[in-house]
T-cell receptor, first 112, second 115 residues
Framework: SQTIHQWPATLVQPVGSPLSLECTVE??????LYWYRQAAGRGLQLLFY??????ISSEVPQNLSASRPQDRQFILSSKKLLLSDSGFYLC???????????FGQGTRLTVV | DQQVKQNSPSLSVQEGRISILNCDYT??????FLWYKKYPAEGPTFLIS?????DKNEDGRFTVFLNKSAKHLSLHIVPSQPGDSAVYFC??????????????FGKGTHLIIQP
């Protein structure tokens, strides 16, 4: 069965520090991978998606970047965090056909 | 411009009664709709979906109704149970070759089941 791992679960970082959140998927190959952010009162916002290694599309301009160094690995990064980057970040994947997305457990990021 | 709208931030329902969560959308190009359930500090879990060519889909206590002419869908939970207390997200998607368009989510409705 397919599983998705996301870590860390919680993170407190000072303003201006770098960020690296990692997500890996098991039990499937060539998944479509996504990073979402849940901010207070704003639902789930799609940040990045990837259809393959090295292929990243950004949905919104922001202080964050994403990379896909391996087929089942998706990384969310920032060189310098802002206070506004605080939120709950979720990694998700879908199969080849459009189906429901399966989410990781999420990372609660607090920038102080 | 918010394409998927959940206009009720919260809903309180008595245990055993029916919970009805509503969702409206503006983009007539959406091909399918989904409901997700989310507990605090956890990722959303898929609940039920419906294709745009159908008007009803049922799975146990959960039924989703789609009214395309009104661009409206609703999730019915019957009977409501304490474990149903969570935030429910409505989402919509489109079929495309790459399958990577991602889902568009509403802001969520916090369902509270009262004993």
């Amino acid at each position: 069965s397919q599983t998705i791992h996301q870590w860390p679960a919680t993170l407190v970082q000072p303003v201006g520090s770098p960020l690296s959140l990692e997500c890996t998927v098991e039990g499937t190959s060539n998944p479509n991978l996504y990073w979402y952010r849940q901010a207070a009162g704003r639902g789930l916002q799609l940040l990045f998606y990837s259809v393959g290694i090295g292929q990243i599309s950004s949905e919104v301009p922001q202080n964050l970047s994403a990379s896909r160094p391996q087929d089942r690995q998706f990384i969310l990064s920032s060189k310098k965090l802002l206070l506004s980057d605080s939120g709950f970040y979720l990694c998700a994947w879908t199969g080849g056909q459009n189906t429901e997305a399966f989410f990781g457990q999420g990372t609660r990021l607090t920038v102080v | 411009d918010q394409q998927v709208k959940q206009n009720s931030p919260s809903l309180s329902v008595q245990e055993g009664r029916i919970s009805i969560l509503n969702c409206d959308y503006t983009n007539s190009m959406f091909d399918y709709f989904l409901w997700y359930k989310k507990y605090p500090a956890e990722g959303p879990t898929f609940l039920i979906s419906i294709s745009s060519i159908k008007d009803k889909n049922e799975d146990g206590r959960f039924t989703v109704f789609l009214n395309k002419s009104a661009k409206h869908l609703s999730l019915h939970i019957v009977p409501s149970q304490p474990g149903d207390s969570a935030v429910y997200f409505c989402a919509a998607g489109m079929y495309s070759g790459g399958g990577a368009d991602g889902l568009t989510f509403g802001k969520g409705t916090h369902l509270i089941i009262q004993p």
